[in-house]
């Protein structure tokens, strides 16, 4: 059974750093999609960012280019987001996902972790 488990949320000031973990198990071989959303409150999930497990491939929304950087570390089947410059705008629950490549719906999901930006 597959499992994410984020971690590394906390609170920080505006313009402060923080680091968020998705530590993965259970995947089958094959390519995958792990994706980063967030949610804050009243307002609905938002995609941040995605990587292709196998081929480095990063893609990002608007509002996080060049704050925000994903990465992997495949030995770990752990995923990351660094991110940078933080605003109050990105407090939130971020959430991890993973997708089959070969599927456009991401089908498992972390449990989130909360990301508090003061100002």
């Known amino acids: 059974q597959v499992q994410l488990v984020e971690s590394g949320g906390g609170s920080v000031q505006a313009g402060g750093s923080l680091r968020l973990s998705c530590a993965a198990s259970?995947?089958?071989?094959?390519?995958?999609?792990f994706g980063w959303f967030r949610k804050a409150p009243g307002k609905e999930r938002e995609f941040v960012g995605s990587?292709?497990?196998?081929?480095?491939?990063?893609g990002y929304a608007d509002s996080v280019m060049g704050r925000f950087t994903i990465s992997r570390d495949n030995a770990k089947s752990t995923v990351f987001l660094q991110m940078n410059s933080l605003k109050s705008e990105d407090t939130a629950v971020y959430y991890c996902a993973v997708r089959p490549n070969t599927r456009p719906d991401y089908g498992y999901w972390g449990q989130g972790t909360q990301v508090t930006v003061s100002s």
């Open positions: 259970g995947l089958r071989f094959g390519v995958y999609i």
């Open positions: 990587i292709n497990r196998s081929t480095d491939t990063v």
